[in-house]
């Protein structure tokens, strides 16, 4: 490709170091479409001929077939996809072929492919995302009414339902694919036109291209259009941050299969067994999940750290782009392609749930609420639900056991109705505002996010 200024050839073992073909082989696609919509548009300013650029288009849609089909086999003696197709091109309808690469660099080349490509996975992931949320809302349909207690700081904390605990994971999940079309509305515009860095001397219509290919439009800076990386960033992010909610749930996951809590079963098809303990079921799939963001997370600091010296404008560093963010992507991929099925196979245990709940003084804060309703300072409430709570330990009793002469000596507002205000059932439908644990309001979360997804 530089012969002309290089007196002998690359060392082999650099040609190797320096190579990108292995991986970056995955945007084809994107680079046989994107040559496809520079010679039309190459023709279409005059620059090459109008037979010149039918030859090359049907050569190029000739080559994505037979790689469709799997009749053509990557060169990976080629330095990179750009330079395999553009061979392959010139080798079947000759010199017309060698025409196709006026008006660009590999610089823009890549920089176009990369969007596109980011752009046509990302799609992929939000499905996955969306068939994610979709499980979640049917298992919480499932688990509406049964109560489970709440945590904080992973001490029990107040009566909720198993639906409403899940629901809080669907709105994860919903913020992270509006930061995906975030991530890509910012991606989806074209650098091709910007050639090395300083644009060309050719009479181009860049936005005729960028309209052939689906961007909203150009970028405006052709150094920018070929250094820019950020877009590569802000979706890896996005893909952490999916990683990161992941995570959080197959912990809860681990934790409510285990036989200390036992609120779920996962199926036997995402568990695996022990190679010397007959007993075992272990939440292997959840695990992995939860070890893979790290590896997430290493690509967009790696990402990050590779980009944080580079002075503008192209550098081979940003070779290093297509690597970090391809594995993020596929991890992201993968994890949501298991996590939503297992999901949907967990089987509950709502007895065990409601055994954890009565257990905790969960009921506590409803109890300081009800004197509270009677006209009581709450900050007095507190305290006296506090001195009942401590008084409970020392008996090994509970709320809901303690005799109501116990509770008059604290304060005579106590009636016998504070036993059905402290129930597990009454503290859960009572909580009646707009998201919160009620099973009316678990209905309404499940109903706006099954719209929300649908939309």
Known sequence: MWAGRFAKSLDSKADDFNSSI????????????????????????A??????????????????????????????????????VEAELTKRIGDAGKRLHTARSRNDQVALDIRMYLRDRS?????????????????????????????????????????????AYAQMFLRDISRVRDAVARMNYSPIGSCALA???????RRFEAE????????????????????CVELMSAFALIMMHLSRFSEEIILWSSWEFKFIELDDAYTTGSSIMPQKKNSDMAELVRGK????????????????????????????????????LETVEMCLDIFAPMIRTMRLIPANMYKAAQQGFINATDLADYLTKKGMPFRSAYKIVGQIVAECIEKATVLDD???????????IFEEDLYGEISLETCV???????????????KQIEWVRKEVLE
Do not use: W
């Not at 109008?50 to 086999?73: F, T």
């Not at 644009?199 to 219509?205: F, I, Q």
């Not at 009646?432 to 309001?441: D, F, H, L, Q, R």
């Open 212 to 231: 052939k290919l689906g961007f909203y439009g150009i970028t405006q800076n052709s150094i920018d259009g070929v250094s820019d990386r950020d877009f």
């Open 22 to 45: 292995r991986f970056d082989c995955k945007m084809y696609k994107q680079d046989i479409l994107g040559s496809i919509a520079h010679a039309q548009m190459l023709s279409k300013q």
């Open 429 to 443: 439908a009572k909580r009646i505002s707009e998201g919160g644990t009620s099973v009316g309001s678990v209905e």
């Open 293 to 328: 963001a790290g590896r997430v997370y290493g690509d967009l600091l790696g990402l990050l750290t590779t980009l944080k010296g580079l002075p503008l404008a192209y550098n081979k560093d940003m070779q290093e782009d297509k690597e970090a963010i391809f594995d993020a």
């Open 123 to 167: 799609d992929d992931i939000i499905a996955l995302l969306k068939e994610l949320i979709s499980a979640i809302a049917d298992k919480a349909e499932e688990g509406k009414a049964a109560i489970v207690p709440g945590y904080t700081h992973l001490q029990r904390a107040q009566p909720i339902t198993f639906g409403h605990h899940l629901m």
């Open 47 to 84: 620059i090459i001929s109008v037979e010149d650029c039918e030859l090359i288009v049907d050569g190029l849609s000739g080559i994505l077939e037979d790689i469709d089909a799997g009749k053509l086999d990557f060169d990976m003696s080629c330095e990179d996809i750009h330079m395999f």
């Open 199 to 205: 644009g060309t001397t050719y009479d181009t219509d």
């Open 402 to 412: 303690l005799p109501l002469e116990a509770y008059r000596k604290h304060s005579d």
